[in-house]
Nanobody
Framework: QVQLVESGGGLVQPGGSLRLSCAAS????????MGWYRQAPGKQRELVAD???????NYADSVKGRFTISRDNAKNTVYLQMNSLKPEDTAVYYC??????????????WGQGTQVTVSS
């Protein structure tokens, strides 16, 4: 069994910052990609940023220059530093990880989601 536990969401004013964390635990052999997605009301879930085990990073165009993703492989944890937040960043943010549970078993896992609200 694998669990992803997120933390760090909340209410922030426009222009403010938040840092999200997501820790993976359980039966983990290794982790490939870790990333963050978000889903706003009435919209589809979209990729915010992800980072592969080798360090390559992808960002959605809407967050480039404002958000920074990083990971601590020793702790099986991924972070999302969000700066210069805008009201349109308001959404439920989900952690995602592609995890090898053994040399032959691999699957995608999701966190429970954490609400980020940007409002004055």
């Amino acid at each position: 069994q694998v669990q992803l536990v997120e933390s760090g969401g909340g209410l922030v004013q426009p222009g403010g910052s938040l840092r999200l964390s997501c820790a993976a635990s359980g039966s983990i052999f290794s982790i490939n990609t870790m990333g963050w997605y978000r889903q706003a009301p009435g919209k589809q879930r979209e990729l915010v940023a992800d980072i592969i085990s080798g360090g390559r990073i992808n960002y959605a165009d809407s967050v480039k220059g404002r958000f920074t993703i990083s990971r601590d492989n020793a702790k099986n944890t991924v972070y999302l530093q969000m700066n210069s937040l805008k009201p349109e960043d308001t959404a439920v943010y989900y952690c995602n990880a592609n995890i090898n549970r053994s040399r032959v078993v691999r699957a995608d896992y999701w966190g429970q989601g954490t609400q980020v609200t940007v409002s004055s």
